[in-house]
Nanobody, 123 residues
Framework: QLQASGGGLVQPGGSLRLSCAASGRTLSNYNMGWFRQAPGKEREFVAAITTGGGITDYTNSVKGRFTISRDNAKNTLYLRMNSLKPEDTAVYYC??????????????????WGQGTQVTVSS
């Protein structure tokens, strides 16, 4: 089971750190990803990280602002979000996959999903 947390209401330009804690699973076995879904839109890829954390990838709109990381000793995935914009408003989901990192962009590639945490960027 994956449990996402850390969302909230933040002003434009602000920061948040999302966490995704695993129970009953060893996260180090999985490539991990963050996705988001805004109202009326499809779920979209945000960021991904390999099992050991050595390789990361981001969608263009968050590059330079978001950082994905993991602490396998704590069985936890993170997403640090800086310089937040209103268009970042969405429910954010963490996900885990056994598949090769080349499949990281597709929602269908992920085996397990967290329940989502709401991020609202508004003044």
């Amino acid at each position: 089971q994956l449990q996402a947390s850390g969302g909230g209401l933040v002003q434009p330009g602000g920061s948040l750190r999302l966490s995704c804690a695993a129970s009953g699973r060893t996260l180090s076995n999985y490539n991990m990803g963050w996705f988001r879904q805004a109202p009326g839109k499809e779920r979209e890829f945000v960021a991904a990280i390999t099992t050991g954390g050595g390789i990361t990838d981001y969608t263009n709109s968050v590059k330079g602002r978001f950082t994905i990381s993991r602490d396998n000793a704590k069985n936890t995935l993170y997403l640090r979000m800086n310089s937040l914009k209103p268009e970042d408003t969405a429910v954010y989901y963490c996900a885990a996959t056994f598949q090769n990192f080349s499949s990281r962009h597709g929602t269908q590639s992920y085996d397990y999903w967290g329940q989502g945490t709401q991020v609202t960027v508004s003044s």
